[in-house]
Nanobody, 115 residues
């Protein structure tokens, strides 16, 4: 079993920064195939940034150059540093882990960017 717990969301003005954390526990063997998705009201959930199964990084075009995904293997934690936030980044951000043909999700953390 895998548990993912996100933290770090909040309210920030446009141009500001936030750092999200996703702490993983349970039968986690690596932080590969792990990343962040978001879902805005009335929209589908979309990929924001992730480590691939080969530990490469993958970013949505809308966040490239502004967001950075990183990880601390010793803490089993993946981070999302979000800079120069825009109102359109407002969404619930979810941590995701793919493993053994299954997919795990955290409970989500709200990010609200005011203009």
């Amino acid at each position: 079993q895998v548990q993912l717990v996100e933290s770090g969301g909040g309210l920030v003005q446009a141009g500001g920064s936030l750092r999200l954390s996703c702490a993983a526990s349970g039968s986690i063997f690596s932080l590969n195939a792990m990343g962040w998705y978001r879902q805005a009201p009335g929209k589908q959930r979309e990929l924001v940034a992730a480590f691939t199964s080969s530990a490469l990084t993958n970013y949505a075009g809308s966040v490239k150059g502004r967001f950075t995904i990183s990880r601390d293997n010793a803490k089993n934690t993946v981070y999302l540093q979000m800079n120069n936030l825009k109102p359109e980044d407002t969404a619930v951000y979810y941590c995701n882990k793919k493993m053994a043909s299954r997919e795990y999700w955290g409970q989500g953390t709200q990010v609200t960017v005011s203009s």
